[in-house]
């Protein structure tokens, strides 16, 4: 009988994996390739943003809950104004993020635990949307501290 493991496990072993297919995603992208970044710059969010995700899975909250507040995520709010992103550009690499999410779970489905898959699932694209919102928060607040405009 073939083990099967948990999404968070996959998720967590696959970290460096799944953030190096975001950040050749993200490369091939016009518009958010035009901010001249780093490779460790453009990625610096994730980490802790995949550590806040196995967490949310390993402790399940009712779906549609808040998610509790990530200090990475209002971090990367400001940072990434002060770089230069627009809205768009931020919901374009969360977009992004959720993709290279799912295809790691599709190239690890064999050894996944399929039972609790499709919770899962919802639990992750909930958890980058509430990151997003926070993330998008904190931008915006910026906006009213240094009073430039928010460009679409």
């Known amino acids: 009988m073939k083990k099967v493991e948990p999404v968070a ?4 072993s696959e970290t460096k994996a799944t953030i190096a297919d975001w950040l050749r995603r993200v490369e091939s992208e016009p518009d958010i390739i035009g901010i001249q970044l ?3 710059e453009r990625s610096a969010h994730l980490p802790e943003m995949f550590r806040d995700l196995v967490a949310r899975l390993r402790n399940p909250l009712p779906l ?7 200090d990475a ?3 990367h709010g400001l940072l990434r104004r002060e770089q230069g992103y627009t809205p768009a ?3 374009e690499e969360s977009r992004m993020l959720q993709v290279s999410i799912f295809q790691t779970l599709q190239l690890n ?3 996944l635990d399929t039972g609790a898959l499709l919770t ?4 992750i694209a909930d958890e980058v949307d509430s990151q997003l919102a926070q993330a ?14 928010i460009e679409p």
């Not at 549609?64 to 990530?70: F, I, P, Q």
């Not at 899962?120 to 639990?123: I, P, T, W």
């Not at 998008?136 to 405009?149: K, L």
């Open 9 to 12: 496990a996959v998720l967590e």
């Open 109 to 111: 489905l064999s050894k």
């Open 64 to 70: 549609g809950t808040r998610a509790l507040n990530s």
């Open 120 to 123: 899962d699932v919802m639990a």
């Open 136 to 149: 998008m928060t904190s931008y915006v607040s910026q906006a009213d501290v240094d009073g430039a405009p």
């Open 89 to 91: 550009m931020m919901v």
């Open 38 to 40: 780093t490779t460790s």
């Open 73 to 75: 995520a209002h971090d």
